[in-house]
């Protein structure tokens, strides 16, 4: 499987760039960025380069521009399909896992990966996070990972908590029982700052194109009754099946905007209540997480 590069990222182009628009010709060494990735490793990536030109290169004819840089220092980083084999955790997230999916929702994949000592030990080192968009998956470094639960990340809690676990080695199955550690009422903070200032931007969408995104707006108001419901029962709720109706009327734009802004302004409320009876510690345990993460790395050092 041939991971996709997603746009945005800066590359090196590896041989000399026809620009068939205007008969220029780039060098090799030519620094551009993706403003198109294609649907699956074998058709061509969109590049535009620092004049303007643009050019159509297949993944064998160009490198990312930051392995280009990291090679200095040694080979560079393994290739992220290499590294797929060290999954220890794969998931099942999104509309699926919350029982908020319909005949056409994709299937999103989520987990964590465990590369050996000796390529996590190295100059190259390994990447931070492992992603195909053809496929929808994403997999963290385990370091990584932690860091992210540690700060209330939503989309690394509900990884946790999803029902739909699809892989999870002894290591994992540890880390998936310890889960209740990274709970704190930093998920107050961390969902309400998200919810208003994402609620901001849909504001101003409607004011200046008079239309929002009702996919963006069902997640936000799915994210508070998780952030209540974690705050009284120390527990992620990953599927919301009792609110499936009422959200998906907001995803297809069923409900107006001030039906769906009251909703969100009565939920802010009823987290700012859960805030101030919680039993939830004020920081997550990250002296749990820090040494799990020690035997991990030290269970990876004789790995291949």
């Known amino acids: 499987m041939q991971l996709i590069v997603p746009p945005g990222t800066r590359v090196v182009a590896e041989a000399e760039v026809a620009v068939l628009e205007t008969g220029a010709t780039l060098p090799a060494g030519a620094v551009g960025v993706i403003v198109r990735a294609p649907a699956d490793g074998a058709q061509a990536y969109r590049i535009r380069f620092p004049d303007g030109a643009e050019a159509s290169l297949l993944r064998a004819e160009f490198r990312i521009l930051k392995s280009v840089r990291e090679s200095a220092v040694g080979d560079g980083e393994p290739a992220e399909e290499d590294l ?5 955790y794969r998931c099942v997230v999104g509309s699926r896992a919350f029982g908020l999916d319909t005949e056409t929702s994709d299937v999103d994949r989520r987990g964590i990966y465990l590369p050996p000592a000796d390529l996590q030990w190295s100059l190259a080192g390994v990447p ?31 990884t946790l908590y999803t029902p739909l676990a699809e892989q999870a080695t002894e290591l994992a199955q540890e880390l998936l029982a310890m889960r209740t550690r990274f709970l704190s009422k930093l998920v107050y903070q961390t969902y309400n700052g998200y919810v208003l200032s994402q609620f901001k931007r849909l504001e101003q969408d409607l004011r200046t194109r008079g239309a929002i995104k009702w996919k963006h707006a069902m997640h936000l108001i799915r994210l508070l009754l998780s952030g209540v419901t974690i705050l009284r029962e120390h527990d992620v709720p990953v599927r919301v099946i009792e609110h499936r109706d009422r959200l ?36 997550p345990d990250f002296d749990a997480a820090n040494a799990f993460l020690l035997k991990a790395r030290r269970s990876m050092v004789d790995a291949r």
């Not at 997999?139 to 990340?153: I, T």
């Open 84 to 88: 797929l084999r060290f999954v220890i």
């Open 248 to 283: 998906l009327a907001i995803r297809n734009g069923e409900l107006s905007w001030e039906e769906v802004d009251a909703w969100r302004l009565e939920l802010h409320r009823a987290f700012d209540a859960a805030f101030s009876t919680t039993t939830l510690p004020d920081r």
């Open 128 to 158: 931070e996070q492992l992603e195909n968009e053809e496929t929808q998956e994403t997999y963290w470094e385990l370091g990584k990972f932690l860091r992210l639960a540690l700060k209330a990340n939503p989309g690394i809690l509900e």
